[in-house]
């Protein structure tokens, strides 16, 4: 993806157990395939993989996980939505053909997701993109006492530190900035985010003009390094002695 220039993001909410029982093998192989599809047909904009939980069956100790892979691509039409699972299918387009394949991957991955009693459905359209979206069926792990173990979940901010704690997340990629205000949210923790350096400033006056809480986490994430420090640089100018006390995270992408 970094080769082509296309952004690659992926989320997992919290509320999804860290540690489930299944095949791992087969579920990356569906993956890869399904991501790597995604870059391939995409030549600008980004490819977005998610992972929700769907349903947990409590009288059985199985979690049905949803997975979702998006693109910006060059999206399917619905004539050829109809095959598009079946064997040694590809679609007709010039990314095909550069990048040619056995046209088997779609159809083995339906086979390794009806084997997790999952289903695979596709939305695309042409010049839009594409989401395919399937569903697993996973067990939950046993301690020694066979009773659940979710020992090494996902561990949140206790509450009497978040409480305290005021966050401003900048980032012009839309997707980037969903991904974290969502999980501070989940987290307890008052965000506010912004997609453009004049919004972060508009909310860092706000602490005076309107009395808001102090803002003392600044997260700033773009995908190209320079237009971070660049953002740095200027909320730091505007701040001027102010920013003691603040945390600044800096994310840049690899």
Request: with cysteine; net charge negative; glycine share 6%.
């Amino acid at each position: 993806a970094a080769d082509k220039g296309v952004d690659l993001f992926s989320f997992i909410p919290i509320n999804v157990p860290t540690f489930l029982v299944g095949d791992p093998g087969k579920l990356q192989q569906i993956l890869v395939n399904l991501i790597g599809n995604a870059i391939k047909f995409t030549t600008e904009g980004q490819v977005y993989a998610e992972c929700n939980l769907k349903f947990h069956n409590q009288k059985e100790n199985t979690y049905v996980l949803q997975f979702s892979i998006s693109d910006t691509g060059l999206g399917i039409s619905e004539k050829e939505q109809e095959y598009l699972f079946a064997p040694f299918y590809q679609v007709d387009s010039s990314a095909t053909r550069k990048n040619e394949g056995t046209g088997l991957g779609l159809a083995i991955c339906r086979e390794l997701i009806n084997l997790f009693k999952g289903e695979i459905t596709v939305h695309s359209k042409e010049n839009y993109g594409t989401t395919f979206k399937f569903t697993v069926t996973l067990g939950a792990p046993l301690n020694s006492n066979n009773n659940l173990d979710f020992s090494t979940e996902f561990v949140t901010i206790p509450p009497e530190k978040s409480r305290n704690m005021r966050c401003l997340v900048v980032s012009s990629a839309e997707t980037a900035l969903y991904i974290l205000t969502d999980y501070l949210s989940q987290s307890k923790i008052d965000n506010v985010g912004c997609s453009t350096l004049e919004q972060a400033i508009s909310v860092l006056d706000s602490e005076k003009t309107l009395g808001e809480r102090r803002i003392n986490y600044i997260v700033i994430f773009c995908v190209k390094h320079e237009q971070t420090n660049a953002i740095l640089k200027e909320i730091h100018n505007h701040l001027k002695s102010d920013i003691v006390n603040r945390n600044i995270i800096l994310i840049t992408s690899p």
